[in-house]
């Protein structure tokens, strides 16, 4: 069947820019992850959708970035005014459920901001 | 709070010969653990994973981990590396955040090589 699907697969912007990147989850996967994979900090978590509850924050680095899920499928990351050290790869994951550990991973996106 | 430590970010093997990747993690609790694989611009494969049960684990293309609880470690090895193999590697573990998610801490990766 069809795996987690992100886009775009590259983006390049400018400093100060808002970029939006989409992820698709498998279908009937409640559970959905966003990561970040950069040199410096290696791959960090961002935030978590299950369902209809509240999403975890938790790992969000700073108030320019937000998310959203929209019907309790795809996914949305936006980034504003984005900064240099914004650059790297943004991975979205989902699992079968709130409860399941076993993540799948789309191919990421590519952000380069310049 | 979880962590992950991965010994050494690279490492080079001859085609054939052992493959031993080293991860060592801290959990307050009994942790979920687990190992994916990176191919160059690709996203991440899960390679196999422990929960409960047998310590030995086996995973795709012929790798295995061993969760050894008093040295609170998941070493993943291959008796025979491949060129294939050639990817970065990454060790992961996943507790239950009080917001009620798996997220996954990982450790910094291991980039391995193999030598024909």
């Known amino acids: 069947g069809a795996g987690v699907s992100q886009s775009p697969s590259n983006k390049v912007t400018e400093k100060g820019k808002d970029v939006e990147l989409r992820c698709d989850p498998i279908s009937g996967h409640t559970a959905l992850y966003w990561y970040r994979q950069s040199l410096g900090q290696g791959l960090e978590f961002l935030i978590y959708f299950q369902g209809n509850s509240a999403p975890d924050k938790s790992g969000l680095p700073s108030d320019r970035f937000s998310a959203e899920r929209t019907g309790g499928s795809v996914s949305t990351l936006t980034i504003q005014r984005t900064q240099q050290e914004d650059s790297a790869v943004y991975l979205c994951a989902s699992s079968l459920s709130g409860r399941s550990y076993e993540q799948y991973f789309g191919p990421g996106t590519r952000l380069t901001v310049t | 709070a979880q962590s992950v430590t991965q010994l050494g970010s690279h490492v080079s093997v001859s085609e054939g010969a052992l493959v031993l990747l080293r991860c060592n993690y801290s959990s307050s609790v009994p942790p979920y653990l687990f190992w994916y694989v990176q191919y160059p611009n690709q996203g991440l494969q899960l390679l196999l994973k422990?929960?409960?049960?047998?310590?030995l684990v086996k995973g795709i293309n012929g790798f295995e981990a061993e969760f050894k609880k008093s040295e609170t470690s998941f070493h993943l090895t291959k008796p025979s590396a491949h060129m294939s193999d050639a990817a970065e590697y990454f060790c992961a573990v996943s507790e239950r955040s009080g917001a009620g998610s798996y997220q996954l801490t990982f450790g910094k990766g291991t980039k391995l090589s193999v030598i024909p």
């Open positions: 422990y929960t409960t049960g047998a310590t």
